[in-house]
């Protein structure tokens, strides 16, 4: 089946460095990938989806320049935290859609992000 | 008012037990229907999807669409320990999952 490896699969960094976390498709492409955040015991809020080739789009409230996301090739997408602060510690995970049962999204196994 | 609702739970079971988890929806355009488990610290795995009303059935999983009521349930037979997880209704709307707060189920011994 469809599979997508994100990495690292949890981080501690510094206050004020920069992370980045790879989302890459191993067995089919994905043009579009979604982000989403997760705090503890809470749902998963999507924060922006990545398109090959283009910019791209954020929720509203997601901050476009904190919160990079780049999607250079149909199997890659990065999203990077700057300047991450404590606040930023959370649970990151990707998502794209992999035509699963021609409906279905797969998910990333997601990265742990602590900021100390 | 929120697109999905869902009771977050806790949902706590013993093993063996039947277990229905719900959720509403508000837009009446959303045409199919998924389940997600959540283990903890792991991203989401699709369980079922249903796109018509009525049920479907895969396993001890049976999941239930009412878009009368937009409510759509999940019920689980025998539930074992290894159920224990979070599940997360998810109609897509618009190229994009918009997912429920969650249940959490805990299934014990």
């Known amino acids: 089946g469809a599979v997508v490896s994100q990495h690292p699969s949890w981080v501690i960094c510094k206050s004020g460095t920069s992370v980045k976390i790879e989302c890459r498709s191993l067995?089919?492409?994905?043009?579009?990938m979604f982000w989403y955040r997760q705090f503890p015991k809470q749902s998963l809020m999507l924060m922006a989806t990545s398109n090959e080739g283009s910019k791209a789009t954020y929720e509203q409230g997601v901050e476009k320049d904190k919160f990079l996301i780049n999607h250079a090739s149909l199997t890659l997408s990065t999203l990077t935290v700057t300047s991450a602060h404590p606040e930023d510690s959370s649970f990151y995970i990707c998502?794209?859609?992999?035509?699963?049962?021609?409906?279905?999204?797969?998910f990333g196994s997601g990265t742990r992000l602590t900021v100390v | 008012q929120k697109e999905v609702e869902q009771d977050p739970g806790p949902l706590s079971v013993p093993e063996g037990a039947i277990v229905s988890l719900n959720c509403t929806y508000s837009?009446?355009?959303?045409?199919?229907f998924m389940w997600y488990r959540q283990y903890s610290r792991k991203g989401p795995e699709l369980l079922m999807y249903?796109?018509?009303?009525g049920n479907k059935e895969d396993g001890r999983f049976t999941a239930q669409v009412d878009k009368s009521s937009k409510y759509i349930s999940l019920f689980i037979r025998d539930s074992q320990p290894s159920d224990s997880a979070t599940y997360l209704c998810?109609?897509?709307?618009?190229?994009?999952?918009?997912f429920g707060a969650g249940t959490r189920l805990a299934v014990h011994p």
């Open positions: 067995d089919f492409q994905a043009t579009t």
């Open positions: 249903t796109y018509s009303s």
């Open positions: 998810a109609p897509p709307g618009y190229n994009k999952l918009i």
């Open positions: 998502s794209a859609p992999s035509g699963t049962g021609g409906y279905g999204y797969t």
């Open positions: 837009n009446s355009a959303f045409q199919y």
